[in-house]
């Protein structure tokens, strides 16, 4: 039965900016305890579908559920009420508040307040860095450490489901390996992850399956493994060996 | 030192207290609405009338017509916002500053309309007190001490509740917020009442120094928003800061050359620091 507790189910999506047209027809499924990839070149729609699935954009045709909920009905500062929780494109964690303050920006919703003190004390058992640096403003945070405090404030709504947009995006090779492991570990804590990236080798180590998005379409899906192998996108993402 | 320079000093540091909050409250609003409430001046003017009424007409104690004076200037924010800055926040920044100023006039027309152009006064005043050689007005060290009591106050709700922390980081990324379950225009609305309870308090320590008449507000209201412009329009500590500066520069400018003379030396300043740091002082 579709709708079920906690599936992510997107189908005929048109959306777009003004006379921009970015997303034509974008159909996508993500079930619970799944963890989804959505590669592809620059300029290809990835930013802008997680940007209608947590409501920052309305799309013009198609339908949008999560756990049978009709998202395109709500607004968007009700959905992390729902559990999908945005870490958006560029970390855009608050340079001026504090580590923590930035986690308490991300537990303000109503149902969120009552958990801030055991979910922060979680983030900060998953990043002890940040426990570190809980009192340093968020601007002087270097790249890595921005995605964690990125991560953990998205975390501290409680989500069901994480929106990760280009988390490796800007980052040295060394960290953008420390932040896939990242990923793995918040797979381990049972959450369910959709994930945007550019950096298609890296990613389809972390995900169970990927969607390749090509021009506002989906260009081909699969399992990642199936899809690595790929001899067409060995050719046109991994450099072709 | 000078017992006449430091009572300069001392009435300075006093007046700045007085101005720092309409400027928090002008400042806490551009922040979040990144609107300029160009009658800010004449809220606290209606807020200065609101007590006036209250205690010499409706024969109210003092400290209610204080304490009710607030949620009606609060009360006040939120219709401008509602009536006024809300249908025009997608509008060209002048458009918000023509309607804002509008504003301005209908107040104190309407003011001039109910309460004619009589100066009112409150007829309070607590005897001065005396501070080793210098006197200092009793009514000025209680108002200081109010507005410092406000700032801390705005201070913690900023600083410690989830509303004020949620403030502070719209203030920077507006169009994120939504990500955070934060609804901008509920965040929009609770600034403007707080905007509008600031100019309340103010009034309250306005009405016991001032007669209030239609246009009391321009007593104060250019300084309040050169001190704004001075501190960086939006940084809260820096047109904290600024205020104290500008009292001062006000006090002491009458010290040095003569009273009259006060506001020029202060505008003078302003000048000098638009050439040399237009992005305020404070900028960082």
Redo the contacts between chains.
């Keep these: 039965m579709s709708g079920a507790a906690g599936t992510l189910d997107l189908s005929g999506v048109h959306a777009g900016y003004g006379d921009f047209q970015a997303l034509f027809g974008v159909g996508l499924r993500v079930e619970p305890g799944e963890a989804v990839g959505v590669v592809g070149p620059n300029g290809a729609g990835k930013t802008t579908l997680l940007r209608v699935i947590?409501?920052?954009i309305r799309p013009r045709a198609g339908t949008l559920r999560f756990g049978g909920q009709d998202l395109a009905a709500m607004?968007?500062?009700?959905?992390?009420?729902l559990g999908i929780?945005?870490v958006?494109e560029n970390r855009?964690l608050?340079?001026?508040?504090t580590v923590e303050?930035n986690l308490?920006?991300?537990?303000?919703?109503k149902a969120?307040?009552a958990h801030f003190a055991e979910r922060r004390d979680r983030v900060y058992a998953m990043f002890p860095r940040m426990k570190e640096r809980r009192h340093q403003l968020a601007g002087t945070l270097s790249g890595g450490e921005q995605q964690m405090c990125a991560i953990g404030?998205?975390l501290m709504?409680g989500p069901r489901i994480l929106l990760l947009d280009e988390p490796s995006a800007g980052l040295a090779p060394l960290v953008v390996k420390a932040v896939f492991d990242l990923v793995a570990r918040i797979r381990q804590e049972g959450l369910t992850v959709l994930i945007v990236e550019q950096n298609v080798a890296q990613v389809l180590r972390v995900v169970d399956r990927a969607y390749v998005l090509e021009t506002g379409r989906v260009s081909a899906e699969g399992a990642a493994a199936d899809l690595a192998a790929d001899p067409a996108i060995r050719r046109s993402y991994l450099g072709g060996h | 030192m000078d017992p006449f320079l430091l009572e300069a000093l001392l009435n300075g540091v006093l007046l700045g207290g007085v101005f720092a909050l309409p400027v928090l409250g002008l400042n806490l609003v551009f922040g979040v609405v990144d609107v300029v409430w160009l009658c800010y001046a004449e809220l606290v003017m209606v807020g200065m009338y609101a007590v006036w009424f209250l205690h010499v007409q409706m024969g109210w104690p003092l400290a209610l017509a204080f304490v009710t004076c607030l949620p009606i200037l609060a009360a006040l924010g939120l219709l401008l916002h509602l009536l006024v800055v809300r249908p025009l926040l997608a509008a060209p920044p002048i458009n918000q500053v023509l309607a804002t100023g509008g504003v301005l006039f209908v107040l104190q027309g309407a003011a001039t309309l109910v309460f004619s152009t009589d100066f009112r006064s409150l007829g309070v005043e607590m005897p001065p007190m005396e501070l080793g050689e210098v006197f200092v007005s009793g009514t000025k060290l209680a108002a200081f001490v109010a507005a410092l009591l406000g700032a801390a106050a705005l201070w913690a709700f900023l600083k410690f509740t989830?509303v004020g922390?949620?403030i502070?980081?719209i203030a920077?990324?507006r169009?994120?917020?939504?990500?955070?379950?934060?609804?901008?225009k509920r965040i929009y609305l609770i600034a403007s009442a707080v905007g509008g309870g600031l100019a309340g308090l103010a009034a309250c320590l306005l009405v016991v120094q001032l007669d209030v008449h239609p246009f009391v507000g321009l007593s104060f209201g250019p300084i309040t928003f050169m001190i704004c412009v001075m501190g960086g329009l939006g940084n809260m500590l820096g047109g904290f800061l600024a205020a104290f500066l500008m009292g001062l520069i006000v006090s002491t400018g009458g010290f040095w050359w003569n009273t009259e003379m006060s506001y020029v030396v202060a505008f003078l300043f302003f000048i000098l620091v638009i050439f040399l740091r237009p992005q305020g002082l404070f900028a960082r």
């Design positions: 947590s409501g920052l607004p968007a500062h009700e959905l992390p009420g929780a945005h958006p855009r608050f340079p001026h508040l303050e308490r920006v991300g537990a303000y919703a969120a307040r404030r998205a709504s | 989830y922390t949620a502070r980081a920077r990324d169009e994120v917020m939504p990500l955070m379950g934060v609804d901008p």
